[in-house]
Structure formats: C-alpha cells, structure tokens
C-alpha cells in the first residue's frame, strides 16, 4: 500500500496521474451545483483535494478544507503535499486547507456555513460528531451533503456512514433531505444555532 501510494504520488508529480477521489462525476455535478454562490464552503475529509479544489472553483467565497493528513512512513503525508500542489497548479486562491481533527477544528471553527460537504471518517461516531457538530454551523437555508449514504458505483460494501444516515438523517427535524446521487445525500438546514449540537440527531 505504502508504495502505491509512492508511485503515485511521483506519477502526480510528473502530471502522469490526476489527484485521486471516490466520487462519481455525477456526485461531482450535484455538489457543485449546490455549491455555487457559498460564501463559505466546508469540506471534511479533503484527502487529495481533487473536489476540494473543483469546489473553490465553483464556490463565490472561501473554501476550507479540513483533514488529518496522517503522515506515511517515512513522515510524509502524500495527500497533503497532492492536494498542495494541485491547487498551486490549478491557480486557487481561495482554499485553505486545514490541518487537524474535525471533532477539533468545529469547536475553533467560527462562521456561519452556507454549504457543507461530509466526507471524512466513515464511522458511526465520527459521522453522527460531524453531522452534529458541523450541521450546527450551517446557517437556516444553507446545505449539507453527505457521502457515502448509500451503496454506489463507487462503493459496493455498507458502511456504518449509511446506517447512520438510514437511522438519524434521514429523520433530523432540523435538516430536510432535498437531492441525492450515486452515494451523495443532500440537505437543506431548515433551523439552526438554536439547538445544542449534542442533543441535535
Ligand atoms: C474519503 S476521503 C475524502 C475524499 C475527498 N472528500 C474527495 O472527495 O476526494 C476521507 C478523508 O478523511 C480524512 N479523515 C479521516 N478521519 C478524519 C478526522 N477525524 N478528521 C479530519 N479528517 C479525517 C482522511 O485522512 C481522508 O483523507
């Protein structure tokens, strides 16, 4: 694993391969669609930055972009210095990338947020920490979407992301679910800041 990932990231370097992402071009097509006009847009899970960086294309505003970047063996994390690259290559200016827990960074993070997109540790807490977390920073109107909600093209095995959004999205009083693709759910927030994000579902 560690040398693909070696051999990928010198194809990268040489323009031989693309960043690498698990999103259909119609997931794609969705989230850019409800992205365009954010002011601020949030990524969680950013990994290559392929989306990321077709995201602060599309948004208005400023586009972070949060992730982990765990480092590889020999200290290095690969994704980190992809997704770095691609965006110097692309000529964005408007992309942070944040580097750090997103349990963490939602309690520094202070906007209001107008489009959010989930797509970062696929566990059942750590999806119901950033639906909670983040879902409240959302401002009333704004959207949240959501990967890995469904069995897609792209993913064939049920993860504990879906079950998570079959037993609490799906039913948020908070959140209306308006559109979806492939394995991408997505919300309108209906109300929020008024709700304690931990006793939000
Ligand atoms: C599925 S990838 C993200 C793919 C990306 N959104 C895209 O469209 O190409 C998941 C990413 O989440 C990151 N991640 C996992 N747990 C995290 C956490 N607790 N906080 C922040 N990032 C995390 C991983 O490092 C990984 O890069």
């Not at 930055?49 to 992730?67: C, E, F, H, N, P």
């Not at 992809?82 to 939602?106: M, P, Q, W, Y």
């Not at 999806?127 to 409240?136: E, I, K, M, P, Q």
Request: proline share 3%; charged share 25%.
């Amino acid at each position: 694993m560690h040398m693909r990932a070696v051999v990928h990231f010198c194809r990268f370097l040489l323009s031989l391969d693309q960043p690498r992402s698990q999103l259909t071009a119609a997931e794609l097509d969705v989230l850019l669609k409800y992205a365009r006009g954010a002011k601020i847009a949030v990524e969680i899970g950013c990994a290559e930055g392929k989306t990321s960086v077709a995201l602060a294309q599309a948004v208005a505003g400023r586009i972070y972009s949060i992730d982990i970047f765990s480092r590889g063996r020999f200290g290095i994390s690969y994704s980190e210095w992809t997704a770095k690259i691609h965006r110097r290559r692309r000529g964005v200016k408007n992309l942070e990338f944040v580097k750090g827990d997103s349990k963490a960074v939602a309690y520094q993070f202070p906007d209001l947020i107008d489009f959010l997109f989930i797509d970062a540790d696929h566990s059942y807490d750590a999806v119901r920490a950033d639906w909670n977390l983040w879902g409240s920073k959302v401002r009333p109107g704004g959207i949240i979407a959501c990967h890995d909600c469904r069995i897609g093209p792209n993913n064939r095995n049920c993860l504990d992301s879906m079950r998570f959004y079959e037993e609490h999205m799906r039913h948020a009083p908070w959140a209306t679910e308006i559109d979806g693709v492939d394995s991408l759910a997505v919300f309108r927030v209906l109300s929020t800041g008024a709700h304690d994000p931990l006793q939000m579902q």
